[in-house]
């Protein structure tokens, strides 16, 4: 499977970005998928996590109730919903794979960078 995250941007603190990652090759309906994060001079983070079925999310105690993370598996992609965003959510933001219910991540994609202006 091979990943592509886009929808990233520059935008003022308060505001909202949606980004997407889409999926090619392989079967993508059987994944889990996770969006992670990384600014700069830090480690990545894990952002959230949708289950292979669309019904079973997860989220880092830092973005919940301000991003929502979705998938429609017709069109290969899933998606962050990020709204509420603060200069600390300045990162490059990748998408990845794993095995449904199961945090082995993997098919690391190219990031698209997210940049929040106070």
């Known amino acids: 499977v091979q990943l592509q995250a886009s929808g990233g941007g520059l935008v003022q603190a308060g505001g909202s970005l949606r980004l997407s990652c889409a999926a090619s090759g392989g079967t993508f309906s059987n994944f889990a998928m996770a969006w992670f994060r990384q600014a700069p001079g830090k480690e990545r983070e894990f952002v959230a996590s949708?289950?292979?079925?669309?019904?079973?999310?997860h989220y880092a105690d830092s973005v919940e109730g301000r991003f929502t993370i979705s998938r429609e598996n017709s069109k290969k992609t899933v998606y962050l919903q990020m709204n509420s965003l603060q200069p600390e959510d300045t990162a490059m933001y990748y998408c990845a794979t794993s095995p449904d219910g199961r945090p082995q991540y993997a098919n690391w994609g190219p990031g698209t960078l997210v940049t929040v202006s106070s």
């Open positions: 949708i289950r292979k079925n669309g019904r079973v999310t």
